[in-house]
């Protein structure tokens, strides 16, 4: 990858970060309130957790952005951390922090899934082996 896309790639990292970092009124949200009436009462916790959603998703998205800044700096930043192939720049600019290739994101989607949806063997696999 050329010096000017990598710079192009930092700037877009830093200015997604200075976005991420801005002060947030999702934290208001989640303040605990009160109210006799249970309508209000579940309104105020969809709030709730929507704001804390969101919250942990601008987080997880920082740390992810820091984390690519950090390969940047070391010189590391698109080659894909499983296969240590060069991730493609039409990747990198969609998602600016990929830390792997297409084909290795897509394993780690696919065992991150079975791993949190309780996935099982088809039945008819296990008796082939």
């Given at each position: 990858?050329?010096?000017?896309?990598?710079?192009?790639?930092?700037?877009?990292?830093?200015?997604?970060?200075?976005?991420?970092?801005?002060?947030?009124?999702?934290?208001?949200?989640?303040?605990?309130?009160?109210s006799a009436?249970?309508?209000?009462?579940?309104?105020?916790?969809?709030?709730?957790?929507?704001?804390?959603?969101?919250?942990?998703?601008?987080?997880?998205?920082?740390?992810?952005?820091?984390?690519?800044?950090?390969?940047?700096?070391?010189?590391?930043?698109?080659?894909?951390?499983?296969?240590?192939?060069?991730?493609?720049?039409?990747?990198?600019?969609?998602?600016?922090?990929?830390?792997?290739?297409?084909?290795?994101?897509?394993?780690?989607?696919?065992?991150?899934?079975?791993?949190n949806a309780?996935?099982?063997?088809?039945?008819?696999?296990?008796?082939?082996?």
């Amino acid at each position: 990858m050329h010096q000017s896309e990598l710079k192009q790639f930092q700037e877009t990292i830093e200015q997604l970060i200075a976005e991420l970092e801005r002060p947030l009124h999702a934290r208001e949200e989640i303040v605990l309130e009160t109210s006799a009436d249970t309508i209000d009462q579940i309104g105020n916790a969809t709030n709730r957790d929507l704001a804390a959603s969101q919250l942990e998703l601008r987080s997880s998205r920082l740390r992810e952005l820091r984390s690519a800044l950090g390969r940047l700096q070391v010189r590391i930043y698109g080659v894909c951390l499983e296969c240590e192939s060069e991730i493609g720049v039409k990747r990198l600019r969609a998602v600016p922090w990929a830390r792997y290739c297409i084909s290795c994101q897509e394993l780690a989607d696919l065992s991150w899934s079975k791993a949190n949806a309780g996935w099982a063997p088809d039945a008819t696999l296990l008796r082939r082996s």
